[in-house]
C-alpha cells in the first residue's frame, strides 16, 4: 500500500527558497496523480499544483504559477515542490496526495476522494 512522506520545510525568510519533497514507499508514483496543497493557520486547504504519473503533465492553481515549480526524480519515487521567492502568506502546512488515475482534474476536489495523504511539512516564512 502506498504511504507518502513529506519533507524539506522549515523556516525561511522572505525571498528564500525550499524544495519540498514527497516521497513514496510501496509503489511507484508513476501510477498516479500526485498533488501538492497547503494550509495556512485558520485556513481552508488549498491546492497548489499536480503532475500526472501517466505523461509527466503538470498544472498549477493560476495564483502559485511562476514562483512554484513541481517535478519529480527520474525513478518516479519522489515529487518535488520548488517554492522561490517565498512570502509570509506561503506560511503553512504543505501536504501531498497520490490518486491512482490516469486523468488530471487537480483542481476538483472531488478528484482527490480516495486519495492517499502525507502528514504535511511546516513552512514557515518569517524574517
Known amino acids: 500500500q502506498l504511504q507518502l512522506v513529506e519533507s524539506g520545510g522549515g523556516l525561511v525568510q522572505p525571498g528564500g527558497s525550499l524544495r519540498l519533497s514527497c516521497t513514496g514507499s510501496?509503489?511507484?508514483?508513476?501510477?498516479?496523480?500526485i498533488g501538492w496543497f497547503r494550509q495556512a493557520p485558520g485556513k481552508e486547504r488549498e491546492w497548489v499544483s499536480c503532475?500526472?504519473?501517466?505523461?509527466?503533465?503538470?498544472v498549477y492553481e493560476d495564483s502559485m504559477k511562476g514562483r512554484f515549480t513541481i517535478s519529480r526524480d527520474g525513478a518516479w519515487n519522489t515529487v518535488y515542490l520548488q517554492i522561490n521567492s517565498l512570502k509570509p502568506e506561503d506560511t503553512g502546512v504543505y501536504h501531498c496526495?497520490?490518486?491512482?488515475?490516469?486523468?488530471?482534474?487537480?483542481?476538483?476536489?472531488?478528484?482527490?476522494?480516495?486519495?492517499?495523504w502525507g502528514q504535511g511539512t511546516q513552512v514557515t516564512v518569517s524574517s
Open positions: 503532475i500526472s504519473g501517466h505523461d509527466g503533465s503538470t
Open positions: 496526495a497520490a490518486i491512482a488515475t490516469r486523468r488530471l482534474s487537480c483542481a476538483d476536489e472531488v478528484f482527490w476522494r480516495g486519495a492517499v
Open positions: 510501496g509503489l511507484r508514483l508513476d501510477y498516479y496523480a
